[in-house]
């Protein structure tokens, strides 16, 4: 049996640009990129946390320390510059490879620079 498992995430990256009229992916700053593991051309589930719109793509890159997240194509109907998203990657693994999975977590800073990196989420605790 294989489990889909997060491998990467790039959290709270800020939508630089939304073009309609290009091909349709996300380009993003080849920093956070290999930071994170995500490979070029590799599909990317993205997360809109300014309008609960939710999209697949792939992942273009994007000119390294330009801070650039181009939402193109049809996409670009789901995020505008300012939006803040969420950009997921997922792997299969097998059970035993489950076991000693972290995936790696890129924390964006305003400018879609690199605030830090983790390799798990705290856990959530209830509300006091």
């Known amino acids: 049996m294989h489990l889909t498992m997060l491998k990467a995430k790039i959290h709270r990256a800020t939508v630089t640009h939304a073009e309609l009229h290009y091909e349709g992916s996300i380009a993003i700053d080849s920093v ?65 490879e489950v076991e000693a999975h972290q995936p790696m977590l890129v924390y964006a800073d305003a400018k879609n620079g690199i605030s830090h990196t983790n390799r798990s989420i705290p856990t959530q605790m209830a509300a006091a």
């Open 32 to 96: 956070l990129l290999d930071a994170s593991g995500i490979r070029e051309y590799e599909q990317i589930h993205a997360w809109n946390i300014n309008n609960g719109k939710r999209f697949v793509t792939y992942a273009l890159k994007a000119e390294a320390g330009s801070g650039i997240v181009s939402v193109n194509g049809s996409a670009a109907h789901r995020a505008q510059p300012g939006d803040l998203i969420i950009i997921a990657a997922f792997a299969q693994l097998s059970e035993a």
